[in-house]
């Protein structure tokens, strides 16, 4: 028996409940873990609520990522042995597997053996925001060195990653907040500008940064009535990066200045990369490497214990943290 996260209808941070659950062996291709921290997703408040790409079967699990110890391995498992430290990586339906825990069954590719000098609570806090703008931005070649990107939500968790991403590769991150409170964190965490859109001219400033150019590449995960604005600051021929909805407002698309700009506009996620052995491989060493460097780092916001798991998303909604929400257990 081990206590789980469960939710068992839509809803607020109220209708999560901890359980005692059987953990069943794993099976052959699966790992069994004794979680010691959790790293909170947007994504995972998204499937609490039923608003998530793909429907949940209730009652439901929910998690991506946690960190600990192997307790058990599948017959078929080679990677990683008992005793080992891992930190599991966004590669599986929510359906099948929850990382919420303290003891949680997890796909085999989806487990990796953390680095010594990474603490649990940092192994929770380099994947997604770190994975993510490394798909989109250097396995995918679209970022290049000089290229402004602007980057909404840049105190979130992946906010902050692509900041040093962008930065690591040459290029030029100027990152969006609503208020001026994070700007020098945002600048000291490597943004080149900050533009703080609820005092500033959004397009205004972009075309100043750039010299009337607009930006090479967007990278949005809100949407909403903000969305024309980051076409309108946009280069001839620039790419947006959609890879969330976070904003409830209707998404406009000014489809002349579209048109007229060229503007490509793609949906993104990190589970063409995570998913696939190869890349997943070249993801993680790409992470390490940074990290080993300086150039990339987990940047922690706050930490809950496992029973605070209901305050700890209210204060992921209230998006006022900067960095990642990190539950102990």
Do not use: C
């Not at 409940?17 to 010691?36: F, L």
């Not at 953390?114 to 396995?139: Q, R």
């Not at 959004?202 to 607009?214: M, W």
């Amino acid at each position: 028996m081990a206590r789980v996260v469960t939710f068992s209808e839509y809803g607020g941070p109220e209708v999560l409940d901890i359980k005692d659950v059987d953990i069943a062996a794993p099976g052959p291709s699966e790992v069994r873990i004794r979680v010691k921290a959790i790293g909170l997703n947007r994504a995972e408040s998204m499937w609490r609520s039923g608003k998530y790409v793909e429907p949940v079967k209730l009652p439901a699990r929910l998690g991506y990522e946690s960190a600990g110890e192997v307790d058990a391995v599948g017959s078929e498992v080679r990677h990683v042995r008992v005793g080992d430290a891992v930190s599991t990586i966004p590669s599986f339906s929510l359906n099948d597997y929850g990382m919420y825990g303290e003891l949680v069954l997890a796909p085999a590719h989806a487990v990796v053996k953390h680095e010594s000098f990474m603490s649990f609570e940092d192994a929770t806090a380099i994947w997604n925001p770190l994975i993510t703008p490394y798909g989109a931005f250097v396995e995918s070649g679209a970022l290049r060195p000089g290229d402004a990107v602007l980057i909404p939500a840049g105190s979130s968790s992946v906010g902050i990653g692509a900041i040093q991403v962008a930065k690591m590769v040459g290029a030029v991150p100027i990152a969006l907040t609503r208020t001026s409170a994070k700007r020098e964190r945002l600048l000291e965490e490597g943004a080149a500008h900050v533009v703080v859109t609820d005092e500033q001219d959004l397009v205004e400033e972009v075309l100043h940064i750039t010299g009337g150019k607009g930006a090479q590449i967007a990278f949005d995960p809100v949407g909403g009535s903000t969305f024309p604005k980051l076409v309108a600051a946009m280069a001839e021929g620039g790419t947006i990066l959609v890879y969330g909805a976070l904003s409830d407002e209707v998404t406009p698309l000014p489809m002349l200045e579209v048109l007229a700009k060229r503007i490509v506009i793609r949906g993104y996620n990190l589970f063409a990369t995570t998913t696939d052995p190869v890349r997943q491989k070249a993801a993680t060493e790409f992470i390490f490497d940074g990290i080993r460097k300086g150039a990339l780092k987990p940047v922690v916001a706050r930490r809950f214990m496992f029973d605070e798991i209901r305050e700890a998303h209210r204060e992921l909604e209230k998006n006022q943290h900067f960095g990642r929400i990190v539950v102990t257990v």
